[in-house]
């Protein structure tokens, strides 16, 4: 069994989001764990599992309401992005399913293709070593993928849905903490004390730049693949 926490950049159009969520469970064998919604992100996220073949039709399916429903050339938000189905990890959720998961990367990354959409590979599918990092994936964002000098892994760029950051990762735990007020520096001063990359189940801190204005808060995340040896105390 595999997970996937795909996310999205649409976090205000309900209709939308509730077209994705029956997308998802209409596959058979995949099931709809979780869905979060970013207002301010203008991002959301899904969360569902089942067997590799399953998630990966569920993926497919969320990325058809995508290419529908986002136009990236429009989209504004909070969050780093760089495109509709913009990170679309996929999670072993035993050591057994490590190779179920690389089955279900592969067979998304050739969906998307053949729907004329690309991305790169990440975390531990990368075939670029910096893009072990998503956040090297991502630098840039949407607005910078016409200049980048590395191509797609899969697929080819198409404006209106952007790129998907797509690869196996390990379980990850975000952990987050909001900061009263808006200034950014502040916010950044709560970030982790220990950076590093995600994919090396180490942990990870980050501040988005933006914050959440309708509710006067900015937010720092500790992303740790290991929760085990770091407690999100220590590392605060």
Known sequence: MVECVANVSEGRNLVTLDRMS???????????????????????????AGSGEAVAHAALALADVCLRDIDMREHQGSHPRIGALDVCPIVPLSPEADSEADAAVAAIAAGLQNRGVGGWLYAQSACYPAYADLAEVRRGEYEGLPHRSIPMDFGTYQPAFGATA???????????????????????????????????????????????????????????????????????
């Open 22 to 48: 029956t997308a998802i469970r209409q596959i058979p064998g995949c099931l709809l764990l979780h869905r979060d919604v970013g207002h301010d992100a203008h991002r959301s996220v899904f969360t569902f």
């Open 166 to 236: 797509l690869g196996k990762r390990p379980f990850l735990l975000a952990y987050n903490i909001h900061v009263r007020g808006r200034n950014v520096e502040r916010g950044a001063r709560c970030r982790p004390s220990r950076p590093a990359a995600p994919s090396t189940g180490t942990p990870r801190g980050q501040s988005h730049r933006l914050g959440l204005p309708n509710l006067g808060l900015h937010p720092s995340q500790l992303q740790c693949g290991r929760p085990r040896p770091l407690h999100p105390k220590a590392a605060f």
